[in-house]
């Protein structure tokens, strides 16, 4: 199985400021990696496919890059809705693997 | 519009059988994998398995395979998962998701199945 691994596995930030999260995958998935956001008590919602095409309706400040096994996701500038857990996934191979989670807190 | 419906909150005692259901609509059923995630309590994603309603392919996560049952009745766009035998460690919230091929993202999710297995 390919492991996830994010980093960090939670942060503290403040509204308006850069979020980076980083995603490392133990092999190549190719660019076959996508991003959710999970609030609490509600189900995952798609943020990013093929690591960098936002899904329909997700706002332009979050983006992602990355290629092979090194991934990241960025938030430009965060917003109070913005606080929550974010996961990367890779769909190369099954079975389809997730990170264990970033939390972003205020 | 898109919709991925799941059946409700369950509590169960060790031992018993259980099956939950996901259903579809705003879109064509048999076009799309459904894939089953779990969440156990305070932790995060895992990847269950996956079957196409069409052709009731199935693809298990090797830890799953054995301990649940992911089918799919295209006759009435739903997909289940399925418990012979509950344990306390099936405790959790399942849900289930769309996919367009097997390698693309969950762009649907359902909103969830608390399952707890208690005595």
């Known amino acids: ?106 | 519009e898109v919709q991925l419906v799941q059946s409700g909150a369950e509590v169960k005692e060790p031992g018993e059988s259980l099956k939950i259901s996901c259903k579809g609509s705003g879109y064509t059923f048999t076009n799309y994998w459904i894939a089953w995630v779990r969440q156990m309590p305070g932790k995060g994603l895992e990847w269950m398995g996956i079957v196409h309603p069409g052709d009731s392919d199935t693809r298990y996560n090797p830890p799953f395979r054995g301990q649940v049952t992911i089918s799919g009745d295209k006759s009435i766009s739903t997909a289940y998962l399925q418990w012979r035998s509950l344990k306390a460690s099936d405790t959790g919230m399942y849900y289930c998701a769309r996919q367009r091929y097997g390698q693309s993202p969950a762009d649907y999710w359902g909103q969830g199945t608390l399952v707890t297995v208690s005595s």
Do not use: H
């Not at chain 1, 979050?62 to 938030?75: H, R, Y």
């Open chain 1, 1 to 106: 199985d390919i492991q996830m691994t994010q980093s960090p596995s939670s942060l503290s930030a403040s509204v308006g400021d850069r979020v980076i999260i980083s995603c490392r995958a133990s092999q190549s998935v190719s660019s076959y990696l996508n991003w959710y956001q999970q609030k609490p008590g509600k189900a995952p919602k798609l943020l990013m496919y093929a690591v960098s095409s936002l899904q329909s309706g997700v706002p332009l400040r979050f983006s992602g890059s990355g290629s092979g096994t090194d991934f990241t996701l960025t938030i430009s500038s965060l917003d109070p809705e913005d606080f929550a857990t974010y996961y990367c996934q890779q769909s190369y191979s099954i079975p389809q693997t997730f990170g264990q989670g970033t939390k972003v807190e205020i």
